[in-house]
């Protein structure tokens, strides 16, 4: 890898909306910098007379905000649009001052070469937030052409790092180093400070081996709530899914590889009234797809085998009362499988030949692959049978969809794919990057479940993604774990993260996808870990089999209460899902998120909060039973501070309630939306054992299916007065918002909010 730096900038006239200074090298580069939001500015950096106009940066009035590189959506489908605000530039004795009503940003032009030099504060301040490394801030690299691109910073001892997507890393990304690969949208490196030169002093650094060069958002908040909020509300909100998505959703493997595929399926409703265990969603994984000759899995297609009869399946499992969500294997086919879709340049293509790409992909089991070909989402026809497949499984009575083994693991970046650019040439992989068909795959997904109901809401899983594809796929997961303590323990900051980078419906395969099946006390601390994540799915591949909730008997009546617990959290749940589809908060959050000016916080990896009123303290370790307000036990304790709870077997986890939080919960039922059994309201309330306070909660109700059902929003509030003894629990909602699906529903709700409750 060469870099240089280029020198010589001077000022030249700004020529794109919202560009409020663009200044230009003696070797021909451009650095733009760009007003998008009072706090939100774009910073853009590439070689001009080294790339085509086709491979230049977008300007602002053709982005898609962070999905510039081609989102494939009507700009009217896109998140919220920014208004270029007021701006002010100012010349100074070594270069400019950007002013917005929330930053200041200084771009000083370091003698003698005249390099840029940016320094962020905020505008009622002078304590600069962001600072680039003097001299070396923007190099882009010679190998490549001038695609390659580098960003360094000073790094201080008070920075802190967070987010980044999905990372087996604790929370606090403090001196570590990321590769990104094919699971990104593009490939290079986020280095937090592990990189270490002295001539230099102390820095971090990004790079990106592809591209156009440097596009780069920098978000002011100063909260990380507020950070969050804008950098969502630039890529879009994560989608609100339908409220089953929230109860206990089965899966394994193994179901589907097992030669009577249908009979074990068609069999779990009634296992789970049997244990009485509530379930509201199937996963059908890919081995439905299996050829039963050569192994590969086709998408779309039934193994007729293993299920001689789909729709019977389906109807069965309806008339059980279970919905049904598949699972469809990414692409698994060969080119000859689909010779419609081949003729019609459906797939992604060899640069040298001018034909699909052929690759190993995943196959019938671990190491086993077949001969196939990736769909290229940005071709009409590869789309087209995409949504035209999805269709054809809603039509068959699938609720959901799953799109899975979708990481598009390309070997040559020079493959093409049918998207043009602006002067007619083909996108490359390596351009263009391989999120880049993760993100196509969910849109048209999303759109073909739209299509096929138009009033339904969509509800679409996803292993994979880039920024961006929450908007359609409201839930994804940590991939294969492995079944051990460490993976239980390690995977909780996976999730804070992924909710932070706008991921908010993230979980994990409860008990381990594969490995040794778990033994009794680590699957207990695995659910009683997982019903308090945003998505709940138990899910295996095991040789010992199905990894199921009344796998050990002798632990079946604990397994039961957590999940029951899980299912009379919904109202909050749902509430913490709405939150996130209008302001991108996250449901679990780390501690520093909640309380940011907190030491002790900023690198707590495994504890969270479940939305503000809830911390959740798992049991990770063997053998433990130690580790406010304990809703447990009612005891009080002081935050700041250090403790050891018990926590027996039998109890889920430590659980402890926010002064003055308030929790809505509702009944157990056996799946959501259970007729006749969801017509309460009970709230957990925490207000302190001294000290007078006042405290509100909105909770959000629907119908939890439809994209324009009635909606009612009920503000409770908690005030307390230690002179009187009494805490009491009001409710005030306006008649606008007064409106439910269920006009018995609301009125026995109604009932029930005015509550008065010594203490």
Known sequence: MREFVPSGFQAIPEVEKGEVLRL?????????????????????????????KAEQPEPFEDTYYCQHFLSGLPRESVSTQFECPKASVETTLDGFVITTSAVKVAVSLTQPDSVPHLTWTPTNSNAAFLEDLPHRAFPLLKDGGGGGA?????????????ALGERAA???????????????????????????????GPYRSHTLLNGCGLDMYVIYGPTIAEVVSRYTALVGRPALPPKYALGYLASAMGYAESENA??????LPALCRKWDIPCDLLHLSSGYTVDPWTGARNVFTWNKTRFPDPEKLIKDLRRKESNQCECEALVVVTTSTLPDVYDADGFIKNSETNKPRTTRLWSAGNGATSTGSYFDLSSDSGRAFWKQGVTSLLHLGIESIWNDN?????????????????????????????????LLMASASHEAMLSAFPTRRPFLITRSGVSGVQRYAAQSWSGDNYTSWDTLKHNIPM????????IVGYGHDVG????????????VRWVQNGVFHPRFCIHSWKDEGVTEPWMYPEVVPIIREAIQLRYKLIPYLYTLYHEANVTGAPIIRPLVYEFQNDPGCETASFEFMLGKSLLVASVF?????????????????????????????EQCGVLLGRRGGIVPTGPVYNYVGEKGKDCERLFWVFPPPNGDGKWEYVLYEDDGETLDGAVTEIVVKLEVWTELLLSRLLWAQDEQSRRFASRKMADSLLESFLIKMLI
């Open 24 to 52: 230009q090298s003696e070797q021909g580069t451009i650095l733009s910098i760009t007003v998008l939001e009072a706090s939100t500015i774009r910073v853009r950096h590439w070689n001009a007379k080294a790339v085509t």
């Open 150 to 162: 580098r960003h360094f910073v000073r790094r201080r001892d008070i920075d802190l790092h967070f």
């Open 170 to 200: 604790p929370l606090c990304l403090n001196g570590r180093r990321f590769r990104l690969e094919t699971m990104d949208a593009l490939e290079g490196f986020a280095d937090f400070g592990q990189e270490i030169d002295a001539f230099w």
């Open 262 to 267: 249908q009979e074990l399926i068609a069999a």
């Open 406 to 438: 979708n990481e598009f693991s390309l070997p040559d970046n020079l493959d093409t794919y049918a998207h043009t650019n602006r002067d007619g040439s083909s996108s490359t992989v390596g351009a263009a990057g391989r999120g880049l068909q993760t």
């Open 495 to 502: 999730g804070l993260n992924c909710g932070l980078s706008g």
């Open 512 to 523: 381990g996808f594969v490995g040794p099946r778990p033994g009794p006390e680590l699957f």
């Open 621 to 649: 370790e063997e053998g433990n039973d130690a580790a406010w307000c304990n809703v447990t036990t009612g005891q009080w304790f002081a935050g700041g501070r250090e403790e050891t709870f018990a926590c027996p077997l």
